[in-house]
């Protein structure tokens, strides 16, 4: 199975900082790549579906890039709001597996 | 308005069986891919099962694969997970989830989750 490694695990960023999460899938998953904010108490919030294309409603400010297997959430200006956990998850084939989490806070 | 209502969760002992329920309203249900998606308590994401709006394909992760069971009644806009021979790593809130199409793709609505407690 298709292994996905985030990194990293927790991050520290003052607001209006640039935010960058990496998730790294073990083989090839082409563009089937999501990634979901889950803030406390919450549940999962789609932000990016086909490695780069926002969701409707989601703040420009986040965006979505990949290079071979390895994908990048960038929050291009942290904002108190966006404190959260951040998961990607692949979904070329089953199983669906999700990254780690990276959680992310404000200094 | 799409809604996702999840039912069926509780404590149950080691061994055990439960059925979760997922009633779903505000889109077209037979002509979407559903799942659902797991999370311990503390803990990451994990998805468990997946069913697509077409021909019912279904599919599992390792973990619960020949325990758990997913359907759908499109007659009814639901969708079941029945999980049998539970044991304490299932423990978790289990979402119901919507997917963006008729097969496997990105998760677009999650229900509020229902608690499964395995625990003697």
């Known amino acids: 199975d298709i292994q996905m490694t985030q990194s990293p695990s927790s991050l520290s960023a003052s607001v209006g900082d640039r935010v960058t999460i990496t998730c790294r899938a073990s083989?090839?998953?082409?563009?089937?790549l999501a990634w979901y904010q889950q803030k406390p108490g919450k549940v999962p919030k789609l932000l990016i579906y086909a490695a780069s294309t926002l969701q409707s409603g989601v703040p420009s400010r986040f965006s979505g890039s990949r290079s071979g297997t390895d994908f990048t959430l960038t929050i291009s200006s942290l904002q108190p709001e966006d404190v959260a956990t951040y998961y990607c998850q692949k979904y070329n084939s089953a199983p669906l597996t999700f990254g780690g989490g990276t959680e992310v806070e404000i200094k | 308005e799409v809604q996702l209502l999840e039912s069926g969760g509780g404590l149950v002992q080691p061994g055990g069986s439960l059925r979760l329920s997922c009633v779903a309203s505000g889109f077209s249900f037979t002509t979407y891919a559903m799942s659902w998606v797991r999370q311990a308590p503390g803990k990451g994401l994990e998805w468990v099962s997946a069913?697509?709006?077409?021909?019912?394909?279904?599919y599992y992760a390792d973990s619960v694969k020949g325990r758990f069971t997913i359907s759908r009644d499109n007659s009814q806009n639901t969708l079941y997970l029945q999980m049998n021979s539970l044991r304490a790593e299932d423990t978790a809130v289990y979402f119901c989830?919507?997917?963006?199409?008729?097969?496997?793709?990105?998760?677009?609505?999650w229900g509020q989750g229902t608690l499964v407690t395995v625990s003697s």
């Open positions: 083989q090839a998953v082409s563009n089937y």
């Open positions: 069913v697509t709006g077409n021909d019912d394909t279904t």
């Open positions: 989830a919507k997917m963006r199409g008729l097969n496997l793709a990105a998760i677009n609505y």
